[in-house]
């Protein structure tokens, strides 16, 4: 028996050896990236540049804030958006945050999420209305979504430090690549699934291709649009953590800090940080891609509670 098993082992071995080709993938990858690094260097370099500017300076400015102009245009936006129960909740969320002490880096991850999510939207939704004009093209592209989707969040970080080295521009460029996805395919959804008569009628009314896109098809995919939005927010701010793995900063490091020294306490503020942002920024997010809250103004909302306070009152 044991020498059947041997000779089984060594006949496989034989023909691994002759008819398995080692196909030197990562040898492949790595003459891949030097062969860009060396030819391509300023166009990274504009990119970290462009990159640099915008996510600096939306954390300056959000920091720059004072956090009671921060806490009322929240607020004011919940309320108008979503309700007085929702604004109610943002206040007192926010207060929580300010609470830990984590206010800074609050508003650092806020910036890079932003900076992240609309560097995604300025690629991910042009590519998206092109994949729903072109079917081939969204044969070619949905494979290499698939890909961005299903490749390990951690991986993302080996390209971003070799071309970018270490600090907030890479931290923000993998969170780009890893938060795009979403967006290009519910745009692609959205309009492709606008009714033909629709497309029909704006065609009838003597509409170009430009005019059909802005005035029919987008409006009518709006919902599928702002769920990609939200998608794509909320996967940004699942990379904060990563992120920080090579100093992007903001509400990663405390989580990162409570992971490397066993701190439970600072891992589980900065874990709730990150909350308290998602459920803000889905809301809001959220509400916009309803219809039925497009019509409802600020004014309305005011009476309206207002007005139910004052029944209160009065019983």
Known sequence: MIGFSADTASFWQSLQERFVIDLKIGEGFTALVDFMR????LLFDAIAATISFVADNLTIFFNFLPAPLVFGLLAVLALWRVGWRFALFVLVALYVVMSMGLWPESMDTLGLVIA???AALGVGLPTGIAMAKSDMLQAIVRPVLDFMQTLPAFV????AVIFFGTGRVP???ATVVFAMPP??????????????????AGRAFGCNGAQLLFKVELPLALPSIMAGINQTIMLA??????????GAGGLGDPVLAGIQQLRLGIGFEGGLGVVILAIILDRLTQSFGQRNKRGAGLLTRLKTFFSRNGKADAT
């Open 116 to 118: 992240a999510t609309l």
């Open 38 to 41: 060396e030819h391509f260097g």
């Open 183 to 200: 967006c290009v395919r519910l745009m692609n959804l959205g309009i492709r699934q606008v009714p033909v008569e629709n497309v029909e």
């Open 171 to 173: 931290g923000t460029i």
């Open 237 to 246: 701010l699942s990379m904060v953590v990563i992120a920080s793995m090579i």
């Open 156 to 159: 993302y970080l080996i390209p």
